[in-house]
């Protein structure tokens, strides 16, 4: 099946950095999408992005779905970005399947 | 709209026993899908479905467990009889369409004794 690496695994960030996050996949996909667990275990869709680039407020999202890599941007990291950020995959062969990574783990200090 | 609800929020039974988790999905969703998170497994898709019917159920760890949608607006998920390594937090989720946007509920953590 389709393997999907997140990076880096652990993120440790002062309040006020900008940090980028990576998701990689190991084939093609009809559609891939953020999502971001609270450290009360919510999950929270952030992007919807199977190609191209997205702007939500202080995040944003490039995949480009040829080089089998997303991205996604946090800017001025605030104590609320804290938690773990998932990227998830559907294969072209698998329609409504997402597969997820094993996440970055991001703690914002203040 | 109240997003996706699940009940209960915290599930604590005894190995043997049957479990039930439930889920409304968003309205107008006609796509549900049922999620088990566990730290040594992640996030692993356990079965969905589409209009109400189920659509690939190849998640589903054993005969033990079960799912249904009788109508658009709920589903349960099954457990019988559970085990203490059933514990994990499960998630429903909805979208319109399986392949669009995808909404989560608050999950239910269920403790196996």
Redesign the interface.
Known sequence: GIQVEQSPPDLILQEGANSTLRCNFSDSV??L?W?HQNPW?????LF?IPSGTKQNGRLSATTVATERYSLLYISSSQTTDSGVY?C?V?PTDS?????????TQVVVTP | DAGVIQSPRHEVTEMGQEVTLRCKPISGHNSLFWYRQTMMRGLELLIYFNNNVPIDDSGMPEDRFSAKMPNASFSTLKIQPSEPRDSAVYFCASSWLGNEKLFFGSGTQLSVL
């Open positions: 009809n559609n999408q999502f275990g919510q999950l929270i869709n919807y998932f998830a559907e329609w409504g399947k997402l597969q997820f990574g094993a996440g």
